[in-house]
């Protein structure tokens, strides 16, 4: 009997709606694949038809060039497995297809704690290691214990353990030397089952000493609440979230900085003094100035809402917002969103 074909793979096929910022991009070929096997058939195709291998997830963290060459594939398998209990602690394997969000409210749900500071960012399990995702003074480093994913040269398996994975902020080995070729399919987290809520960012802050210490499920609804006032919403005003990493500076530099803006915020590290790149741009006036069809927006100055534009619209926009905070500061801005060509 032959085998039943499930896998499509589709030529020409239309990113609009697979991209955050709305930019109206075609793939030369997409997929969806659910399995390992499918993976590995979408590997076989892109290598018979000798095409370069892309990694899509919910595309809220990428710019796209318009004509995105090779074959663009998407893994949606949401399997979730526990993998370790106690007590004390749970250790749950996730498909790396699952919502962010609702993975998040799901582990609330079944009283894993952790991740509540990151509820609400948008997009997939399998890309939260790809950044390190972070919000509200949490990163998702803390919690992951493994990765597991496949070689996209040859199809194999591999499994890294999270110290191994060069985790550090918003960064980490898969945008540095895997860049482009693996595929997450898997990504581990150890969680506590002892609630213990960090309110220690200011808004939460203000809202602990208003209200009293929250629950992990309230702090999780304060959260949304709070990324709800301050985050345009992609769906009417599509955006990549923060598009500038927070930079950070010797202390030399900032000390210099401080003499000449002396409200500018600062938060010291081990390698320097980061500085809130919201800051340094809203300082210059730019809250909701617009650059042709992108725009700053005008409550969140990391923020670029794209009202139509090409990747080349949203990167032109980038480059004078880097080029005006080079010149007032001399400070280099580096973007958040990962391009996808
Ligand atoms: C409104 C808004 C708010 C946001 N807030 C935050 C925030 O608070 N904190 C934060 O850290 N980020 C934030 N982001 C950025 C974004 O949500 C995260 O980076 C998210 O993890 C991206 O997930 P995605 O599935 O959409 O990835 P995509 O955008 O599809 O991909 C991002 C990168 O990861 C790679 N990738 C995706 N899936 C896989 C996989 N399975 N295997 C290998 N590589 C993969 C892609 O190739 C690409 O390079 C925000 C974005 C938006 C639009």
Same mark, same amino acid.
């Given at each position: ?6 896998? $499509? ?65 998407? =893994? ?16 749950? $394997? ?12 799901? /582990? ?56 191994? /994975?060069?985790?550090? =902020?918003?960064?980490? /080995? ?21 609630? /213990? ?30 990324? $709800? ?113």
């Amino acid at each position: 009997m032959e085998k039943a074909v499930v896998l $499509k793979i589709e030529s020409s096929y239309s990113l609009l709606n697979l991209n955050t910022l709305g930019i109206d991009a075609e793939a030369e070929f997409f997929a969806q694949a659910s399995s390992v096997d499918e993976v590995r058939d979408c590997l076989a195709f892109a290598v018979a038809n000798q095409l370069l291998v892309k990694v899509l997830g919910g595309g809220s963290n990428i710019v796209m060039a318009s004509h995105v060459k090779g074959l663009v594939l998407n =893994y949606s398998n949401t399997a979730l497995q526990v993998v370790n209990e106690t007590t004390a602690d749970v250790t749950v $394997k996730v498909g790396a297809g699952y919502n962010w969000h609702e993975f998040v409210l799901f /582990c609330l749900s079944r009283g894993w704690f952790g991740l509540e500071n990151l509820s609400y960012i948008p997009g997939t399990v399998g890309a939260a290691p790809v950044q390190n995702i972070g919000a509200y003074g949490v990163e998702v480093k803390d919690f992951i214990s493994a990765v597991h994913g496949i070689r996209l040269s040859d199809g194999e398996p591999f499994m890294m353990v999270g110290e191994s /994975c060069g985790f550090a =902020y918003r960064e980490s /080995c898969f945008k540095q030397e895997l860049d482009g070729k693996v595929l997450i399919t898997e990504v581990e987290f150890s969680l506590s089952k002892k609630p /213990c809520v960090q309110v220690g960012y200011a808004p939460l802050d203000k809202m602990a000493k208003e209200k009293g210490l929250p629950t992990p499920i309230e702090l999780s609804n304060w959260v949304v609440q709070v990324r $709800k006032s301050k985050l345009p919403d992609p769906v009417d005003m599509p955006n990549a979230g923060s598009f500038f990493k927070n930079p950070v500076v010797s202390t030399e530099q900032f000390q210099e900085l401080i003499k000449r803006f002396p409200g500018m915020p600062n938060y010291p590290q081990n390698s320097g003094v980061k500085l809130p790149a919201g800051w340094l741009i809203d300082n210059l006036g730019m809250k909701g100035q617009s650059f042709g069809l992108v725009q700053i927006h005008a409550l969140q100055a990391l923020v670029l809402i794209n009202n139509g534009g090409s990747s080349e619209d949203v990167l032109a926009a980038a480059s004078m917002i880097k080029n005006s905070v080079q010149k007032a500061y001399e400070v280099q801005l580096e973007q958040e969103p990962r391009m996808f060509f």
